[in-house]
């Protein structure tokens, strides 16, 4: 019963939520109470079930990683809820917003659940779409672009995945996706199935090069719109990469170097290009970019082989949720300045110096568990460059670090308000808080094979107050942080942009609208070109009357015409039709 309240419960929220009128708080209890289901499948281990009436018979289960990302999906969703209710309240389409945000919310439910292709392909595609409603809310012209430009990746995102998945269940002969990776380990086309699927659900993830709707669509979207965007949603592009990738039963080192190398391009060159913009939910939508580049990294790991899946899925699972919680934190964060004075800022700028530190992996956070495990299993893989990778992994710490105190930089500028704020607009954000990073090193989730693995014999504390791993995740932090500090201290060296970004958010879009605009000129010339020779030539049909009136051409024509009725001339064609038709059809 558990399985369907998950999905249910959340339907009913978007439709209930929905008819509220506006100025209430409601709203935010009603999405909390729809996310119980899942935070429990999320702590409590519950056996699977089977709908032989749900699609082509549906089976709803979940496995370790599945477990972790559905926590994760489960605080985030009542976290932004609850915000939503004081957030919205006065919103005209409220009642819009909430419908969308209920509908997305089941959808990502859904496919976490759902262990075979034909559910899981639904879910995503609902929360794939309704999502659109989120991003389009306020109807501005930027949130109307971003929308269209989501829409449209979504849809070619779709037809790729929807590809992959069919070739996968073919291949497999089942619908179940556990089915699914060992089949594609040993079929000859398993790594084009793989690849169609790495683009399809690369589009979720925000991979190079199909990631320039996401810095428009996150900051288009209000505060927990974007918190689940990124924190939670973003995350189903990597469950999907996870039901296809055969990690610990085959080595394909191509397409293992592809996703490493794609994962470092993001990891790096999204963190730099997020310190030309202005907007801070910009310049968090950039992190993100480069935050899914190294969960990228850590399943191109796997694809060389020698690395158990039952290790490596669940550290990817882990490095999820820190993110995950972190960056939901920061975007919720965003709407803070604004409206916090007094003395609740200082819990406001401690709780965003939180954030900041879990995400770049800092001493003493879920962070800095997360990115030693990248670091392990890195440094004991195969793959060819992974000491060059190593390197890159903690060039990568401090490039996050100068993005994220750039990103503090920014919010630093907005003015407080008079007053102090309402306690019910900060407790989702500090309920958030503390729900964060830490659990990836609760014992409700960390499999006890992969602390075993990492830690040895010493146990999960010893690690983390064990000072050379902390001295090896503070250096590269404090390197950012003094760069960013050197760089606002002096005027000469102080280069940010202060009121318009530097390079264009969706940088790759940009390139993408020139080509298409170039494109259209040239075509529009050549029609041009075209419509003025005809017009030259006074019409087609003025050409074929003026041959026709032709002397010539009526003499040629009726010696034809006289050759076409002698009989020889007839048997001849005839005989050849039906020798050429018998030929074909014996």
Same mark, same amino acid.
Do not use: C
């Given at each position: 019963?558990?399985?369907?309240?998950?999905?249910?419960?959340?339907?009913?929220?978007?439709?209930?939520?929905?008819?509220?009128?506006?100025?209430?708080?409601?709203?935010?209890?009603?999405?909390?109470?729809?996310?119980?289901?899942?935070?429990?499948?999320?702590?409590?281990?519950?056996?699977?079930?089977?709908?032989?009436?749900?699609?082509?018979?549906?089976?709803?289960?979940?496995?370790?990683?599945?477990?972790?990302?559905?926590?994760?999906?489960?605080?985030?969703?009542?976290?932004?809820?609850?915000?939503?209710?004081?957030?919205?309240?006065?919103?005209?389409?409220?009642?819009?917003?909430?419908?969308?945000?209920?509908?997305?919310?089941?959808?990502?439910?859904?496919?976490?659940?759902?262990?075979?292709?034909?559910?899981?392909?639904?879910?995503?595609?609902?929360?794939?779409?309704?999502?659109?409603?989120?991003?389009?809310?306020?109807?501005?012209?930027?949130?109307?672009?971003?929308?269209?430009?989501?829409?449209?990746?979504?849809?070619?995102?779709?037809?790729?995945?929807?590809?992959?998945?069919?070739?996968?269940?073919?291949?497999?002969?089942?619908?179940?996706?556990?089915?699914?990776?060992?089949?594609?380990?040993?079929?000859?086309?398993?790594?084009?199935?793989?690849?169609?699927?790495?683009?399809?659900?690369?589009?979720?993830?925000?991979?190079?090069?199909?990631?320039?709707?996401?810095?428009?669509?996150?900051?288009?979207?209000?505060?927990?719109?974007?918190?689940?965007?990124?924190?939670?949603?973003?995350?189903?592009?990597?469950?999907?990469?996870?039901?296809?990738?055969?990690?610990?039963?085959?080595?394909?080192?191509?397409?293992?170097?592809?996703?490493?190398?794609?994962?470092?391009?993001?990891?790096?060159?999204?963190?730099?290009?997020?310190? !030309?913009?202005?907007?801070? /939910? =910009?310049? %968090?939508?950039? $992190? #993100?970019?480069?935050?899914?580049?190294?969960?990228?990294? *850590? &399943?191109?790991?796997?694809?060389?082989?020698?690395?158990?899946?039952?290790?490596?899925?669940?550290?990817?699972?882990?490095?999820?949720?820190?993110?995950?919680?972190?960056?939901?934190?920061?975007?919720?964060?965003?709407?803070?300045?604004?409206?916090?004075?007094?003395?609740?800022?200082?819990?406001?700028?401690?709780?965003?110096?939180?954030?900041?530190?879990?995400?770049?992996?800092?001493?003493?956070?879920?962070?800095?568990? !997360?990115?030693?495990?990248? /670091? =392990?299993? %890195?440094?004991? $893989? #195969?793959?060819?460059?992974?000491?060059?990778?190593?390197? *890159? &992994?903690?060039?990568?710490?401090?490039?996050?670090?100068?993005?994220?105190?750039?990103?503090?930089?920014?919010?630093?500028?907005?003015?407080?308000?008079?007053?102090?704020?309402?306690?019910?607009?900060?407790?989702?954000?500090?309920?958030?808080?503390?729900?964060?990073?830490?659990?990836?090193?609760?014992?409700?989730?960390?499999?006890?094979?992969?602390?075993?693995?990492?830690?040895?014999?010493?146990?999960?504390?010893?690690?983390?107050?064990?000072?050379?791993?902390?001295?090896?995740?503070?250096?590269?932090?404090?390197?950012?942080?003094?760069?960013?500090?050197?760089?606002?201290?002096?005027?000469?060296?102080?280069?940010?942009?202060?009121?318009?970004?530097?390079?264009?958010?969706?940088?790759?879009?940009?390139?993408?609208?020139?080509?298409?605009?170039?494109?259209?000129?040239?075509?529009?010339?050549?029609?041009?070109?075209?419509?003025?020779?005809?017009?030259?030539?006074?019409?087609?049909?003025?050409?074929?009357?003026?041959?026709?009136?032709?002397?010539?051409?009526?003499?040629?024509?009726?010696?034809?015409?006289?050759?076409?009725?002698?009989?020889?001339?007839?048997?001849?064609?005839?005989?050849?039709?039906?020798?050429?038709?018998?030929?074909?059809?014996?």
């Amino acid at each position: 019963m558990i399985w369907f309240l998950t999905i249910v419960l959340p339907l009913l929220a978007a439709i209930l939520a929905a008819s509220l009128p506006a100025g209430r708080r409601w709203t935010g209890l009603i999405f909390v109470s729809a996310t119980m289901p899942a935070l429990w499948l999320g702590l409590v281990e519950v056996s699977g079930v089977s709908a032989q009436w749900f699609l082509l018979e549906g089976h709803f289960s979940l496995d370790t990683p599945r477990r972790i990302i559905l926590l994760l999906t489960g605080i985030l969703w009542a976290a932004a809820g609850l915000f939503t209710g004081s957030y919205l309240k006065d919103d005209a389409r409220r009642g819009e917003f909430s419908f969308y945000f209920g509908a997305a919310m089941a959808g990502n439910f859904g496919l976490l659940i759902s262990a075979e292709v034909a559910s899981f392909y639904t879910f995503f595609a609902l929360m794939t779409f309704s999502s659109y409603g989120l991003v389009i809310h306020t109807r501005t012209p930027s949130a109307r672009q971003a929308a269209r430009i989501y829409v449209v990746m979504a849809i070619i995102g779709e037809l790729f995945l929807i590809t992959a998945l069919y070739l996968a269940v073919q291949s497999s002969g089942s619908m179940l996706l556990a089915d699914i990776p060992p089949a594609l380990a040993e079929a000859p086309n398993g790594p084009f199935i793989f690849l169609l699927g790495l683009i399809g659900f690369g589009v979720k993830v925000g991979a190079i090069p199909l990631y320039f709707w996401l810095p428009l669509a996150h900051p288009a979207a209000p505060a927990p719109a974007s918190a689940v965007l990124s924190g939670a949603m973003i995350k189903a592009g990597l469950v999907g990469w996870m039901h296809l990738a055969p990690v610990g039963l085959v080595e394909w080192s191509s397409m293992s170097l592809l996703m490493v190398s794609l994962g470092f391009a993001a990891a790096l060159g999204a963190a730099i290009y997020g310190l !030309t913009q202005v907007d801070p /939910k =910009t310049n %968090l939508a950039y $992190s #993100s970019i480069s935050q899914m580049g190294v969960m990228t990294v *850590l &399943l191109g790991i796997g694809l060389y082989g020698g690395i158990p899946a039952g290790l490596l899925l669940p550290a990817i699972a882990l490095y999820a949720f820190n993110h995950g919680t972190a960056k939901a934190l920061l975007f919720m964060g965003t709407a803070l300045p604004a409206k916090i004075g007094g003395s609740w800022r200082i819990l406001m700028w401690a709780g965003l110096g939180i954030g900041v530190l879990a995400i770049a992996g800092g001493p003493l956070t879920g962070g800095l568990w !997360t990115k030693y495990l990248v /670091k =392990t299993f %890195l440094g004991e $893989s #195969s793959l060819p460059g992974a000491k060059t990778f190593l390197l *890159l &992994l903690t060039l990568s710490a401090v490039t996050t670090t100068l993005l994220l105190s750039r990103f503090l930089h920014l919010l630093h500028k907005i003015k407080a308000p008079s007053g102090n704020v309402s306690p019910a607009f900060l407790l989702p954000w500090v309920l958030l808080l503390l729900a964060g990073g830490w659990w990836t090193m609760s014992p409700a989730l960390l499999p006890t094979e992969l602390m075993s693995y990492i830690t040895k014999e010493k146990g999960i504390m010893a690690f983390f107050w064990n000072l050379f791993t902390n001295w090896s995740a503070l250096w590269p932090i404090t390197t950012g942080a003094i760069v960013m500090a050197f760089t606002l201290k002096f005027a000469f060296f102080n280069r940010w942009p202060a009121k318009k970004p530097l390079l264009p958010p969706g940088d790759f879009l940009h390139i993408i609208i020139m080509l298409g605009n170039l494109f259209a000129k040239l075509l529009q010339k050549a029609i041009s070109l075209l419509d003025s020779g005809m017009k030259s030539l006074q019409g087609p049909e003025k050409i074929f009357y003026r041959l026709s009136d032709d002397k010539r051409t009526s003499q040629i024509s009726a010696s034809a015409e006289s050759l076409l009725r002698r009989w020889e001339f007839a048997g001849i064609g005839f005989f050849i039709f039906f020798l050429t038709l018998f030929l074909l059809l014996r």
